[in-house]
């Protein structure tokens, strides 16, 4: 029987995870995983580094045609370059969270907790909480915590999400799952 073979981008197949990655002891990423963020992050330094050697281009032509300008101009060209760094950078920042957020989803649908705890860390760290708007992806973040039985940390996850995004659905669900299981501890089930 002949294969059909698709014209596009080639995927690899990751519906199905080996038993390695979802035993329940395994607390490490795989290196797979690891390999995949690393491009997405290594892709956003290249875009951005090859717009940084553009506009230091531009601005050195710019600059060499000043004596033909008035000194105001300069000062409007430089304003205008450092806006359209910041909102393209920041543009493409959003692009490559929003690849990260598909990636740690994907990885706990595949019930690869460490990898998916690895991916979506990268939205609790500094900087990078304000990419959680909904408090969604930290919610899924204190599932593969729970999956991995890292209770102190999905305890961290959980304040986070009732202190920065408590109308949050993902909130509310906390604080209705969150007593029954106070219950049944207290009942000893």
Do not use: C
């Not at 990423?29 to 491009?39: F, I, M, Q, S």
């Not at 304000?130 to 961290?156: M, N, P, T, V």
Request: charged share 30%.
């Amino acid at each position: 029987m002949a294969r059909l073979r698709s014209k596009g981008r080639k995927h690899k197949n990751t519906a199905t995870p080996s038993a390695q990655d979802n035993r329940p002891g395994v607390k490490t990423p795989t290196a797979e995983t690891l390999k995949e963020a690393d491009k997405l992050f290594k892709g956003y330094w290249k875009r951005l580094g090859a717009l940084l050697l553009l506009v230091l281009l531009l601005s050195i032509a710019f600059s060499l045609a000043a004596p033909h300008f008035r000194s105001y101009n300069l000062f409007y060209f430089y304003i205008a370059i450092v806006f359209a760094l910041s909102f393209i950078s920041r543009y493409w920042l959003e692009k490559l969270f929003v690849e990260l957020r598909e990636l740690g989803f994907r990885r706990l649908a595949q019930k690869r907790y460490a990898d998916a705890a690895a991916v979506l860390e990268y939205f609790h760290r500094f900087g990078n909480m304000g990419f959680d708007r909904d408090g969604e992806i930290h919610y899924r973040l204190l599932l593969a915590y729970r999956h991995l039985g890292e209770e102190e940390r999905a305890k961290q996850i959980a304040e986070w999400i009732r202190r920065y995004r408590p109308k949050s659905r993902y909130a509310q669900r906390l604080a209705t799952t969150e007593p029954t299981q106070a219950k049944e501890e207290a009942s000893g089930g």
